[in-house]
């Protein structure tokens, strides 16, 4: 599974990054950067919740 942020739609809540620091990097340019290519069976559900939590709803997941 692969996580996709969509930067027309991220604001750098970090709510993402609360989440799962091992997948979700903010950057100074307030968007979020996918840091982890692949998302381990483990990640899964954390990844899970923070396309929940994420305001924007800029979080798509892809298998
Ligand atoms: S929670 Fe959503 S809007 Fe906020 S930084 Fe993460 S992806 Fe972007």
């Known amino acids: 599974m692969k996580a996709i942020v969509d930067h027309s739609l991220c604001e750098g ?3 993402c ?3 799962v620091p091992e997948v979700f990097e903010v950057r ?3 968007r979020s950067y ?4 692949e998302i381990p069976e483990e ?3 954390r990844v899970g919740r923070a396309v929940q939590v ?7 997941l892809e298998e």
């Open 13 to 15: 809540h970090a709510k």
């Open 54 to 60: 994420c305001p924007r709803a800029a979080i798509s």
């Open 43 to 45: 990640l899964r559900a």
């Open 34 to 37: 996918i840091v982890l290519d």
């Open 28 to 30: 100074e340019d307030d």
């Open 17 to 19: 990054m609360d989440k």
